[in-house]
């Protein structure tokens, strides 16, 4: 019988580097819950090792955008927040981060004014910046990351 050995050796000693290489550490896939009971009204979000991310959340009421300029706006899109942070297990309370869009800078103050006064304290870190357009007929977008609190 013919038998190949330097090819048998090359084989084993594969086979041997093989099982002796070490087992490389992964790391763990997060286990990620999104977030979308609130239908239409709402974004959703995705919720993840402790920590809640919202969509970009527009001023939306049942599926239709509210009238009534930044401010009312701006009090839609923090209450339409607070909705998906309770459904994540937690609260503006624990928002830790947030980033505000605006379509444009001269709603700025107007905006910080509905903020400062719905959210409590500490504020959470925030970006603010001006896009120029948005995805829809509305003038401001929110995203939240809050942690979510062991009870
Ligand atoms: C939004 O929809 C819910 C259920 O569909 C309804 O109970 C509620 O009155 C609506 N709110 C507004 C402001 O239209
Ligand atoms: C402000 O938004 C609310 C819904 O959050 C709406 O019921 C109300 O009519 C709006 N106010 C104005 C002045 O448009
Ligand atoms: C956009 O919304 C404003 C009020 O917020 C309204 O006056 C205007 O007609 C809307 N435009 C469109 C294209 O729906």
Same mark, same amino acid.
């Given at each position: +019988?013919?038998l190949? @050995?330097?090819? @048998? ?15 490389? *550490? ?14 239409r009204?709402?974004?959703? $979000?995705?919720? *993840? ?24 706006? &701006? #009090? ?5 927040? #607070?909705?998906? @942070? %309770? %459904?994540?297990?937690?609260s503006?309370?624990?928002? @830790?981060? &947030? ?5 444009? +800078?001269?709603?700025y103050?107007?905006?910080? =004014?509905?903020? *400062?006064? +719905?959210?409590?304290?500490p504020?959470?870190?925030? &970006?603010?910046? %001006?896009v120029?357009?948005?995805? $829809?007929?509305?003038?401001? =977008? ?10």
């Amino acid at each position: +019988m013919f038998l190949n @050995l330097p090819f @048998l050796t090359a084989f084993l000693s594969c086979l041997a580097c093989v099982l002796a290489s070490p087992v490389k *550490a992964r790391a763990p896939v997060p286990a990620v819950t999104y977030l979308g009971s609130q239908g239409r009204i709402l974004s959703g $979000g995705a919720a *993840a090792k402790g920590l809640v991310y919202t969509a970009g959340t527009v001023p939306s009421l049942n599926g239709t955008i509210v009238s009534g300029g930044i401010r009312n706006e &701006t #009090a839609q899109v923090i209450r339409n927040i #607070a909705a998906i @942070l %309770e %459904e994540g297990g937690t609260s503006w309370e624990y928002v @830790l981060k &947030t980033t505000v869009y605006l379509a444009t +800078m001269d709603d700025y103050a107007a905006m910080n =004014e509905v903020y *400062a006064a +719905m959210l409590p304290n500490p504020k959470p870190a925030r &970006t603010a910046v %001006e896009v120029g357009q948005l995805p $829809g007929n509305f003038s401001v =977008e929110i995203e939240a990351i809050a942690a979510i609190p062991e009870i």
